[in-house]
């Protein structure tokens, strides 16, 4: 039987999937998340007031650098040559909560949902660290992949 873990080979060793025989096709993911916080909080970052800057400025950087590094920083995660990060915030005042949207895309031999992923997670997580200092009780959920498209597998979305 073959293990449905593709990370692990038939003696249960870690290693790198090999995807020297996959075809090259246009890859595409798109993740999002989200961070809770206080209605002050979300009015400091709205402001653009914050102490420490442009918080969702900072914030798309972040997304943009994760998601180039995340080979770095996910151990069996090939690197891959991006071809587009694009980053989206959707403000909720209601829930006073912030939205990230990040789609990643390239042409290659593997796909992309661990980028768009590793975005999202950073800039949530820089949005925490620049406004920690008032809101300490942040709280940052649900990221997830919504879809991802191209591969040999094809186009996957969410059931949401």
């Not at 400025?57 to 151990?75: C, E, H, N, W, Y």
Request: aromatic content about 4%.
């Amino acid at each position: 039987m073959t293990n449905p873990l593709t990370h692990f080979d038939q003696n249960g060793q870690a290693h790198m999937v090999d995807i020297g025989e996959k075809a090259e096709t246009h890859r595409i993911a798109v993740a999002t998340g989200y961070i809770s916080m206080l209605p002050s909080t979300l009015a400091l970052i709205q402001s653009g007031s914050s102490k420490k800057g442009d918080v969702l400025g900072i914030a798309r950087i972040a997304a943009i650098q994760a998601a180039k590094k995340t080979s770095d920083l996910i151990p069996l995660c090939h690197p891959i040559s991006l071809t587009r990060i694009a980053v989206s915030f959707d403000v909720n005042e209601t829930s006073s909560s912030i939205s990230c949207s990040v789609t990643t895309e390239t042409y290659g031999k593997t796909g992309v949902e661990m980028e768009a992923l590793t975005a999202v997670s950073a800039c949530l997580l820089t949005i925490y660290d620049m406004c920690k200092a008032v809101d300490r009780g942040m709280t940052i959920s649900e990221i997830k992949l919504l879809e991802k498209h191209g591969g040999k597998s094809g186009d996957w979305l969410a059931n949401n």
